[in-house]
């Protein structure tokens, strides 16, 4: 681990100078993800802003009904805050699928956004990677790339993002706030994270000198009929070789309403908004499942290790649909 200097933020606007101030800072709050890859000498800040003490730790209701989870949230008082539990199950869902206890007691709200990929090679500071260090090549590509990306990928990295958060986040269509020098802004989920193009080490939109304050939900929950079906290697501890958040709305035995996003399978959590489309006006049925599902992952292409996983997708999407659906 290399050296670093230490700050603690004493607000928001301080976060932001701080992180201004010196090339190369990063923020620091239940450190589970950063901490390891300073381990590994993946990351080298020179200097950490602790923010852990800064007020981004509630969770508030918002004018027209959505909910606001505050950057500092622990992923285990946003999983079992009654409000989210009534509300939003399947995020509740996804987040008690993910690591373990222990580490959703210490991971924020914002720290689970940027995490970073679980990709073997970008771990191995003695292997090639584009994401760890730009021209360098990707390893994984001819490597052991069972983990890796089916969809949006690019010759410059198949990496997959790790979060199970963030893919019900994207389901139910949240926006991410931050704030930098300009003021602050909204990030549509969709568009906080990025595929790999030629840029694969820029994992997300948010600027260099801007710090996350807080995820907003629409009022919009699908509390009734909704699903969170995780495919993993063991049932616990495992981050997803492909996983489903399906939202539905029905009436009278037909959809109405519909929202589908995959983990797993690509560089930030894949939604297909034709295949969400397929199902309005449809029945419950099996068949009309498994055509959404052959649209949802049409444009997939697997690698010599994890091919399976196209038709692991289908699958699962498949059967979080007929688990949302009853």
């Given at each position: 681990?290399?050296g670093?200097?230490?700050?603690?933020?004493?607000?928001?606007?301080?976060?932001?100078?701080?992180?201004?101030?010196?090339?190369g800072?990063?923020f620091?709050?239940?450190g589970?993800?950063?901490?390891?890859?300073?381990?590994?000498n993946?990351?080298?800040?020179?200097?950490?802003?602790?923010i852990?003490?800064?007020?981004?730790?509630?969770?508030?209701?918002?004018?027209?009904g959505?909910?606001r989870?505050?950057?500092?949230v622990?992923?285990?008082?946003?999983?079992?805050?009654?409000g989210?539990?009534r509300?939003?199950?399947l995020?509740?869902?996804?987040?008690?699928?993910?690591?373990?206890?222990?580490?959703?007691?210490?991971a924020s709200?914002g720290?689970?956004?940027?995490?970073?990929?679980r990709?073997?090679?970008?771990?191995?500071?003695?292997t090639?990677?584009n994401?760890?260090?730009?021209?360098?090549?990707?390893?994984?590509?001819?490597?052991?790339?069972?983990?890796?990306?089916?969809?949006?990928w690019?010759?410059?990295?198949?990496?997959?993002?790790?979060s199970?958060?963030?893919?019900?986040?994207a389901?139910?269509?949240?926006?991410?706030?931050?704030?930098?020098?300009?003021?602050?802004?909204a990030?549509?989920l969709?568009?906080?994270?990025?595929?790999?193009?030629?840029?694969?080490?820029?994992?997300?939109?948010?600027?260099?000198?801007?710090?996350?304050?807080?995820?907003?939900?629409?009022?919009?929950?699908?509390?009734d009929?909704?699903?969170?079906?995780?495919?993993?290697?063991?049932?616990s501890?495992?981050?997803a070789?492909?996983?489903?958040?399906?939202?539905?709305?029905?009436?009278?035995?037909?959809?109405?309403?519909?929202?589908?996003?995959?983990?797993?399978v690509?560089?930030?959590?894949?939604?297909n908004?034709?295949?969400?489309?397929m199902?309005r006006?449809?029945?419950?049925?099996?068949e009309?499942?498994?055509?959404?599902?052959?649209?949802?992952v049409?444009?997939?292409?697997?690698?010599?290790?994890?091919?399976?996983?196209?038709?692991?997708?289908?699958?699962?999407?498949?059967r979080?649909?007929?688990?949302?659906a009853a």
């Amino acid at each position: 681990m290399h050296g670093f200097s230490y700050a603690r933020a004493a607000d928001v606007h301080d976060a932001v100078r701080e992180i201004a101030a010196v090339e190369g800072a990063k923020f620091i709050a239940g450190g589970t993800n950063l901490i390891d890859l300073m381990k590994e000498n993946v990351e080298r800040p020179r200097r950490l802003i602790d923010i852990t003490h800064l007020p981004l730790a509630e969770i508030r209701a918002l004018d027209g009904g959505g909910l606001r989870l505050g950057a500092l949230v622990t992923n285990s008082d946003v999983a079992y805050d009654a409000g989210v539990m009534r509300r939003y199950p399947l995020l509740s869902k996804a987040i008690l699928a993910g690591a373990s206890a222990q580490l959703r007691n210490m991971a924020s709200v914002g720290g689970n956004l940027m995490q970073r990929t679980r990709c073997y090679y970008f771990y191995d500071a003695a292997t090639s990677c584009n994401k760890r260090e730009p021209g360098a090549g990707c390893a994984a590509i001819d490597g052991f790339n069972r983990i890796h990306a089916i969809l949006g990928w690019s010759d410059q990295c198949i990496a997959t993002h790790p979060s199970d958060m963030c893919v019900a986040l994207a389901a139910l269509e949240a926006t991410v706030r931050v704030a930098g020098p300009d003021g602050e802004r909204a990030i549509p989920l969709a568009e906080f994270h990025r595929l790999p193009g030629d840029t694969p080490h820029i994992d997300t939109n948010l600027r260099s000198d801007e710090i996350i304050t807080a995820v907003d939900l629409p009022a919009k929950g699908f509390a009734d009929h909704h699903a969170y079906l995780k495919i993993r290697d063991r049932a616990s501890y495992a981050f997803a070789l492909v996983s489903v958040a399906a939202a539905l709305e029905i009436a009278g035995g037909t959809i109405t309403h519909a929202r589908l996003a995959l983990g797993g399978v690509a560089h930030k959590p894949w939604r297909n908004h034709e295949a969400e489309a397929m199902l309005r006006g449809r029945a419950c049925t099996t068949e009309d499942f498994r055509e959404v599902a052959e649209a949802m992952v049409r444009d997939a292409k697997g690698f010599e290790h994890n091919a399976f996983k196209i038709e692991l997708a289908k699958r699962a999407i498949v059967r979080a649909l007929t688990d949302a659906a009853a």
